[in-house]
């Protein structure tokens, strides 16, 4: 975690998770006082969640046809399947904390702008990172 000011970090795994995944909180002592008072929601340095599944409203399969994402805990955080409106708000957060693996090349997840907003993996030069690349639920 990076925080210069931080006392002490805490999940909150137990609160809304209406914005996606459980959010990790930062918190800082402030003195003369036993409590906690928030500081901001940080970001962890490394990646966290990898998509490693899709669903769609119609086929062939395209971008905009996506309607969940499968987020895959890779650091002890929940598994599940979350909706694209849920998967943009939390990327738009939470930039470079969500990433596509496939044939050994990772591309992270960013959000386009459009009517609906939708997610896409940077481009990298490869086609078997992208999210059309995961298995269709």
Request: aromatic residues 10%.
């Amino acid at each position: 975690m990076v925080a210069d000011d931080v006392g002490y970090l805490a999940r909150d795994d137990q609160n809304d998770t209406s914005n996606g995944p459980p959010w990790i909180y930062a918190f800082r002592h402030i003195p003369h006082s036993s409590t906690p008072v928030p500081v901001s929601r940080v970001i962890e340095e490394d990646p966290v969640y990898e998509i490693t599944g899709i669903k769609v409203s119609s086929r062939p399969p395209q971008l905009g046809t996506i309607t969940s994402y499968y987020f895959q805990g890779r650091d002890g955080e929940a598994s599940d399947w979350v909706t694209k409106e849920r998967a943009v708000a939390y990327v738009t957060n939470n930039p470079s904390s969500v990433y596509v693996t496939g044939g050994g090349a990772t591309a992270y997840v960013e959000v386009v702008a459009g009517s609906p907003n939708y997610l896409r993996t940077r481009g990298d030069g490869t086609a078997s990172d992208n999210l059309l690349s995961l298995p269709i639920y």
